[in-house]
């Protein structure tokens, strides 16, 4: 995994489990990997991945069982849209039309090109 100078690792890392999470990749009830084996898969240390871990828990898209390790809560698509979606408006919507603004770009201009995004991604 690439990671991005302009945010904290284990927020990105965060995002990776959550994109697993909404691709189905990693469903309800699926044990996720420990994290000694998500520290060596991504090469980071495990003190990030325990950070990782604790944010994904305290916003509850994951949980522990004794022993057992961590799992993808029932309510995980759910809190993981409404995250995702509020970091999204705030951070990276403002951006994006500040830059469509200023590059003089018109909307159906983008809807094309997020059509043919779509088409070729998903």
Not at 85 to 112: A, S
Request: glycine fraction near 4%.
């Amino acid at each position: 995994m690439e990671f991005r100078d302009n945010q904290a690792i284990y927020l990105q890392i965060a995002e990776y489990i959550c994109e697993r999470i909404l691709l189905k990749q990693w469903k309800i009830g699926d044990k996720i990997a420990s994290v000694r084996e998500l520290a060596v898969q991504l090469e980071v240390n495990p003190n990030t991945v325990v950070r990782t871990y604790e944010f994904l828990h305290q916003k509850e898209i994951i949980f522990t069982k004794r022993g057992m390790g961590f799992f993808v809560s029932d309510e995980a698509e759910d809190k993981v849209l409404a995250f995702r979606k509020d970091e999204f408006l705030g951070n990276e919507l403002p951006v994006f039309f500040k830059n469509v603004h200023l590059l003089g770009l018109d909307f159906d201009f983008i809807k094309e090109k997020y059509e043919a995004f779509k088409t070729a991604n998903f």
